[in-house]
Protein backbone atom coordinates (compact mmCIF):
# COMPACT_ATOMS: atom_id res chain seq x y z
CA UNK A 1 0.00 0.00 0.00
CA UNK A 2 1.47 3.53 -1.12
CA UNK A 3 1.89 6.07 1.50
CA UNK A 4 -0.04 9.38 0.31
CA UNK A 5 1.72 12.51 1.55
CA UNK A 6 -0.48 15.47 2.44
CA UNK A 7 -0.09 18.16 -0.45
CA UNK A 8 0.01 22.44 0.18
CA UNK A 9 -3.20 22.17 -1.47
CA UNK A 10 -4.52 19.56 0.89
CA UNK A 11 -3.21 21.67 4.07
CA UNK A 12 -5.32 24.60 2.72
CA UNK A 13 -8.34 22.93 2.41
CA UNK A 14 -8.09 21.45 6.21
CA UNK A 15 -7.01 25.08 7.33
CA UNK A 16 -9.97 26.64 5.59
CA UNK A 17 -12.44 25.70 7.73
CA UNK A 18 -11.05 26.98 11.22
CA UNK A 19 -10.55 30.25 12.27
CA UNK A 20 -8.04 32.82 10.63
CA UNK A 21 -7.12 34.24 13.49
CA UNK A 22 -6.67 31.60 15.94
CA UNK A 23 -2.67 30.70 16.27
CA UNK A 24 -1.00 27.54 14.71
CA UNK A 25 0.68 24.96 16.59
CA UNK A 26 2.32 21.49 15.94
CA UNK A 27 1.74 18.43 17.17
CA UNK A 28 4.96 16.73 17.38
CA UNK A 29 6.35 12.91 18.87
CA UNK A 30 3.38 10.37 19.37
CA UNK A 31 4.94 8.76 22.37
CA UNK A 32 5.47 11.69 24.40
CA UNK A 33 2.91 14.44 22.75
CA UNK A 34 3.86 18.23 23.05
CA UNK A 35 2.89 21.42 21.85
CA UNK A 36 5.23 23.39 19.37
CA UNK A 37 4.45 26.92 17.55
CA UNK A 38 5.28 26.93 14.17
CA UNK A 39 7.50 29.78 12.73
CA UNK A 40 8.22 29.08 9.67
CA UNK A 41 7.17 27.80 6.15
CA UNK A 42 10.36 26.73 4.35
CA UNK A 43 10.20 25.26 0.16
CA UNK A 44 12.97 23.16 -0.76
CA UNK A 45 13.96 19.90 -2.86
CA UNK A 46 14.09 16.68 -1.45
CA UNK A 47 16.96 13.84 -3.18
CA UNK A 48 14.39 13.06 -5.83
CA UNK A 49 14.09 16.64 -7.03
CA UNK A 50 10.20 16.99 -5.80
CA UNK A 51 9.40 20.02 -4.15
CA UNK A 52 8.82 19.52 -0.31
CA UNK A 53 7.48 22.57 1.81
CA UNK A 54 8.21 22.02 5.26
CA UNK A 55 6.78 23.68 8.37
CA UNK A 56 9.16 24.22 11.22
CA UNK A 57 8.79 25.44 14.63
CA UNK A 58 10.56 28.70 15.46
CA UNK A 59 14.29 28.93 17.29
CA UNK A 60 13.10 31.17 20.54
CA UNK A 61 13.04 28.76 23.21
CA UNK A 62 9.59 29.48 24.29
CA UNK A 63 8.69 27.83 20.91
CA UNK A 64 7.84 24.26 22.79
CA UNK A 65 4.23 25.19 24.79
CA UNK A 66 4.18 21.86 26.87
CA UNK A 67 2.23 18.89 26.78
CA UNK A 68 -0.45 18.40 24.35
CA UNK A 69 -4.09 18.67 25.51
CA UNK A 70 -5.33 15.37 25.99
CA UNK A 71 -8.02 15.75 23.99
CA UNK A 72 -5.71 16.55 21.22
CA UNK A 73 -3.44 13.41 21.58
CA UNK A 74 -6.81 11.64 21.74
CA UNK A 75 -8.32 12.57 18.07
CA UNK A 76 -5.10 11.77 16.56
CA UNK A 77 -5.49 8.52 17.80
CA UNK A 78 -1.59 9.10 19.73
CA UNK A 79 -3.61 8.14 23.03
CA UNK A 80 -6.73 6.32 23.76
CA UNK A 81 -9.14 8.35 25.81
CA UNK A 82 -8.69 7.78 29.62
CA UNK A 83 -11.29 6.97 32.02
CA UNK A 84 -11.02 7.26 35.38
CA UNK A 85 -10.75 3.99 37.65
CA UNK A 86 -13.84 2.46 39.33
CA UNK A 87 -14.30 3.55 42.59
CA UNK A 88 -14.38 1.08 45.45
CA UNK A 89 -16.27 1.75 48.74
CA UNK A 90 -14.48 3.41 51.17
CA UNK A 91 -13.43 1.56 54.69
CA UNK A 92 -14.87 2.58 57.61
CA UNK A 93 -12.63 3.11 60.62
CA UNK A 94 -14.20 0.53 62.60
CA UNK A 95 -12.91 -2.04 59.87
CA UNK A 96 -16.03 -2.22 57.85
Avoid: K
Avoid at 34 to 43: D, E, G, I, N
Avoid at 50 to 65: C, I, K, N, S, W
Amino acid sequence: MAHTEMTVADLIDLLSGCDRSAPVRQAMNPFFPMAHRLAQVVQSVDETGRTVVYLAEGPDEDTQFGHLPPEVAVALAWQGPAQAPPRRPRRRADGQ
